[in-house]
């Protein structure tokens, strides 16, 4: 038995995604103890993925913090893995290998880089979507691949029973409004609009909620629909998968819980600016698909509001 490292530090919405290939990289090395290194916030949801034997902290302290990088390579270095999956594909993850296994290829240190075709360079592969960059990684690492296109993240939910009961919660439809800060460009102006025509259309059919991250809870006040919390607190990575799976219908800016909602059946919506495509972040599912406009702004909520209405339908 060998030990094997897969390298996923997030974000959330990468963490979704990446749930095909970890299950993939499992399934190749069924006699292999697979271990996986990760930051803070993803630890405890890593430990619930049954794909996984051990979860490793990564604090991603500064590299210029020698100690702490001892530490972490020490601590790495004792399980003495035979193959590493950088599925993180980060400058710090190389920078990590060049410690570790300097000279390795990818029959040991599978990535991105070492596993790059021939006849591109890492910015033109770049342009390919998430999914089929790690299914070119991985089967050029020598792994077939039956989950990697198509990942399920529904392992990481938990059980939302006393939350439903508490908010009275049957059919619902399920808005995420909000984005981090610094990407404003990704954030749809009209979701109060967009309620309003529900409201008009369904009445209480539909009972329209929200679920706010940490950050987000004051925010949501502006927004007309139901906040949900977990006794004042945002709902955790466990507690919104399940909220996602099982609402009727998700509308959703280009965040984490629209990757989630992709990945896990869900029915919805994802609102797509000039940030990026639905192509690059392979989004786009069965039940789930995307609006792309060169400007959110210009977006309007009648337009949202008709597909969701065929969509319903």
């Known amino acids: 038995m060998s030990n094997i490292l897969i390298i996923k530090h997030g974000s959330l919405g990468d963490i979704a ?10 399934e190749n090395h069924k006699n292999d103890r697979i271990y996986l290194l990760t930051t803070k916030a993803y630890l405890e949801v890593f430990k619930k993925n049954p794909f996984i034997h051990e979860v490793i902290l990564d604090k991603r302290l500064p590299r210029y913090n ?3 990088l001892y530490f972490l390579m020490r601590e790495l270095k004792k399980h003495s893995f035979s193959k590493v999956f950088d599925l993180q594909n980060s400058s710090r993850t190389n920078f990590y290998k060049n ?3 300097p000279k390795a290829k990818k029959e040991t240190w599978s990535s991105s880089i070492t596993t790059l075709p021939e006849v591109i360079d890492k910015k033109e592969f770049d342009k390919h979507s998430v999914l089929d960059r790690f299914n070119h990684q991985l089967q050029t690492s020598g792994l077939k691949t039956s989950h990697t296109l198509n990942p399920n993240f529904s392992w990481a939910g938990s059980e939302i029973s006393k939350i439903k009961d508490h908010f009275k919660l049957n059919k619902f439809i399920l808005l995420f409004p909000f984005c981090s800060p610094h990407l404003h460009i990704k954030k749809w102006p009209y979701y109060n609009d967009l309620i ?8 209480n ?3 329209i909620v929200i679920a706010p991250g940490p950050s987000e809870i004051n925010d949501a006040k502006e927004i007309n629909a139901e906040v949900l919390l977990d006794n004042g607190k945002a709902l955790d990575i466990p507690q919104l998968t399940s909220l996602i ?14 990757h989630i909602a992709a ?3 869900a029915k919805g919506l ?3 600016g000039k940030h990026t495509t639905a192509y690059k972040v392979s989004i786009e599912r069965d039940n789930f698909k995307a609006i792309e406009v060169t400007d959110l702004n210009n977006l309007s909520a009648e337009k949202v509001f008709e597909r969701l209405i065929n969509s319903l339908n």
Do not use: C, R, W
């Open 99 to 101: 410690i570790l296994f």
């Open 66 to 68: 020698l100690i702490y």
């Open 196 to 203: 309003k025509l529900i409201l008009d259309k369904f009445g």
């Open 17 to 26: 995604q990446a749930s095909g290939a970890i299950q993939d990289i499992s």
């Open 205 to 207: 059919e539909y009972k």
């Open 263 to 265: 990945h896990v059946g």
């Open 245 to 258: 799976k099982e609402s009727t219908f998700v509308i959703a800016n280009d965040t984490g819980p629209a």
């Open 270 to 272: 994802t609102l797509f």
